[in-house]
């Protein structure tokens, strides 16, 4: 199968396996485990934070951010299209007891304009501002990235505020390949950003929380009661460090791939408007004859997977087991369609 559903779906290879093998564990609720403190030391360096800490996904990296950055009765400023939003069962509200003021912006992003306008006065009819969540690459914009000039003067507003900025950063890697930008800056720029392994990185499982040493304190206690606090998770964690030594760079050729289907597409009259290709995600819509079910159904005969996400559009996500063949071989199946 070759499987565009999400960048979730691969699988570790010879070399992953071969570092959990040679993996050295210990109890990491004791923080005894050297690979997971030596994934923690190394994420933490390389966004230039003082800590770091390994969660079992970003779903929880993302949930203990905000439960850190809020008291019950906040309200959380971020895109109506937010993965901490519309896709994490309603967390927010469940593990922080706060609500969400959701900005519909543009794609998934949202401005300093927006956020300014969005923060709640001092009065005692409306909820405390108290954080901005943003997204890089923003999931339902289909993968595309933040101006990084945008997000300095979002950062802005929030230091005039008083509000804490985290990161959703699940797919930031495949944003620092694809733009330049400095993992160090975001450290700066931002109070908390989570990272996800288990996206175009390779692994299984994993995410990392990245903030200062009190941050962090306090985001480890909030995990424990999360239940996320793992025993020999270095088992893990070194998938976590092989695929930041071996996987990253590499992004770059899903890009590619990316933009080579996203060609083969709109070659096609079938395919309607799609959103900027700036990653690993095509969003597109699907016209005339075709409906995204039927298009689905007709990759799935040639062992393509798709995934259709609404009654006009398909979403494609390129990732480490797509090979060159693979994308040639669906180029050629979207070219043979009429
Ligand atoms: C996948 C994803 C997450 C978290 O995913 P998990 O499956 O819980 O690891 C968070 N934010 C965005 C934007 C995502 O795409």
């Known amino acids: ?72 009765g906040d309200e959380v400023i971020c895109s109506h299209l937010a993965h901490v939003y519309i896709y994490e069962g309603g967390g927010i509200a469940f593990n922080a007891g706060a609500q969400v003021h959701p900005i519909i912006g543009s794609r998934g992003m949202i401005t300093a304009a927006e956020v300014l306008a969005a923060i709640n006065p001092d009065d005692v009819h409306k909820a405390r501002t108290s954080l901005v969540c943003l997204e890089n690459t923003a999931n339902r914009g289909g993968g595309c990235c933040y101006d990084w000039e945008e997000m300095v003067k979002i950062k802005a507003v929030c230091q005039e505020h008083g509000l804490a900025l985290h990161l959703d950063g699940a797919r930031l890697f495949n944003a620092l390949v694809a733009t330049g930008q400095s993992p160090v800056a975001y450290g700066q720029l931002f109070d908390s950003i989570s990272v996800c392994l288990n996206k175009g990185m390779g692994c299984p499982m994993g995410s990392v929380l990245l903030g200062s040493h009190e941050f962090i304190k306090a985001a480890r206690r909030i995990r424990k009661k999360f239940g996320g606090g793992l025993r020999q998770a270095g088992f893990m964690a070194a998938t976590g460090i092989y695929a930041m030594e071996h996987n990253l760079a590499r992004l770059e050729a899903d890009h590619q791939h990316a933009k080579q289907i996203a060609h083969a597409l709109l070659e096609q009259s079938f395919t309607g408007h799609m959103l900027p290709v700036e990653t690993n995600i095509l969003i597109f819509e699907i016209t005339g004859d075709w409906t995204p079910a039927a298009f689905a159904q007709h990759l799935k005969k040639a062992d393509i997977l798709v995934m259709p996400i609404s009654a006009t559009q398909v979403r494609m996500v390129t990732h480490l087991d797509i090979t060159p063949e693979m994308v040639n071989k669906t180029c050629e199946v979207i070219a043979g369609m009429a």
């Open 1 to 72: 199968m070759i499987d565009f559903r999400s960048d979730t779906f691969t699988r570790p290879g010879p070399g992953m396996l071969q570092a959990m093998l040679q993996a050295e564990t210990g109890d990491d609720v004791f923080g005894e485990d050297p690979s997971v403190n030596q994934l923690e030391a190394m994420m933490a360096a390389y966004f230039g934070k003082a800590a770091a800490l390994y969660c079992p996904s970003g779903t929880m990296s993302n949930q203990i951010a905000i439960k850190v950055h809020t008291v019950p």
